[in-house]
């Protein structure tokens, strides 16, 4: 996506990320951060919920993710951004309230607002971080073999749709592994020692307290056991590995979080979604096949990363539309096309800039249409075809 934290664009240790590191380092006493809403709370409702950030299970884990811990989150997030993991949605817990303009929040946005309007400042930082651990954790461990991992929310739908894109595309995607990406994770307390031990380990001395405190926090209320959208607001795609001494080849992999996919239920679009979601991410794995993400660090990120997310949209809909593909039909067009609006973001600056709305509906759009102008109409065009024809198009200034 239809990458909120691809980690945003990407999963990306951003400025945001390190602010965010830096201010829950802080004492307790320093002042927070302004951290906008994905959508304004009433005054009403701030006062409400004020006492939330005071919660116990709050300060317990604010004092237990000392700098060391979360030094090592961040630098692993920054790792696999340089390995190409591409993801698919902006991290919303910290992304800026954009001007009301010819660009602005989506019915998305609206629905993880509300999702969110009762938690304070810290609840959200403490939520982005909780979101990091899950993106993280499914990026070194998920598979789809495990359990832990299986695809439960539309699974029916995500499988047939994995194996119509493997069919599909000229490029050799059959190895990528799907898999689900679960908030309840955080409420494992051998996963998330796990984890961190794989982060670089907290120190031996309060490493029970550290993974207590995360436990217990998410399994509170204001989580909702880990399942808080916001926590799984995300979908991403990474490259695979090769084999190291000691380390065994890692094959490349698609994760769809929970939380995307219930915002795009609650929103009445679940019926495409789910379809418009994985093929995007697919798509992401066609691009490192063709090689869209090498080469030296680009000029402009921001650029750059538009042009991978709006040639990903315009990817997933050039094969839902397919009648190789999904064969979806105008009125389910006009649906999935929605559902790529929802997803773009007014961050124009921002390295993780995926496109705004009208950038990303556009793109699905062109992909509908280039398919719709195929002679004869089951001729698929060549992937690195369909790249260059998209670049020439000139939809991602």
Known sequence: MIATRKITGPVTATAATVVLALSLAAPAASAMPAVA???????????????????ASAARLRAALTPQVLAAITTRLATLQAEGVDAATPTPAIAARVAASTCGPTELNSWLGAQISGLTEVDLLLASVGGQLVTIDAALFGSSSDPAYALTSHRQTLTKTYARNV????????????????????????????????????????????????VDY????????????????????????????????APPKVVIGDGILAAYDALGLGDVAPQATLSHEMAHQVQFDLGMFAGPEPADPAAATRRTELHAD????????????????????????????????????????????????????????MQESARPKSMIRPAAVLRDRFDAAGLTS
């Open 37 to 55: 809403p994905l959508a304004p709370s009433s005054s009403a409702t701030t006062t409400a919920v004020a006492t939330t950030a005071t919660s």
């Open 314 to 369: 315009a990817s997933a809909a050039y094969l839902l539309s397919h009648p190789r593909g999904l064969s979806m039909q105008r009125k389910r067009v006009q649906a999935f096309e929605r559902v790529f609006f929802d997803v773009g973001d007014c961050l124009f600056d921002s390295p993780g800039h995926h496109g705004t709305p009208i950038q990303r509906a556009a793109a699905a759009d062109w992909g509908y249409r």
């Open 218 to 249: 998410f399994a509170g209320p204001a989580m909702r056991g880990g399942e808080l959208p916001l926590i799984t607001f995300n979908a991403f795609a990474m490259p695979g590995s090769d084999a190291m001494p000691g380390v065994p080849a």
């Open 167 to 214: 069919g599909f595309w000229d490029p050799d995607i059959r190895d990528v592994d799907l898999l689900a990406m679960h908030g309840s994770m955080l409420v494992d307390r051998a996963r998330v020692m796990r984890l961190l031990t794989e982060l670089g380990g907290p120190p031996p001395d309060n490493a029970d307290e550290i993974v207590d405190a995360i």
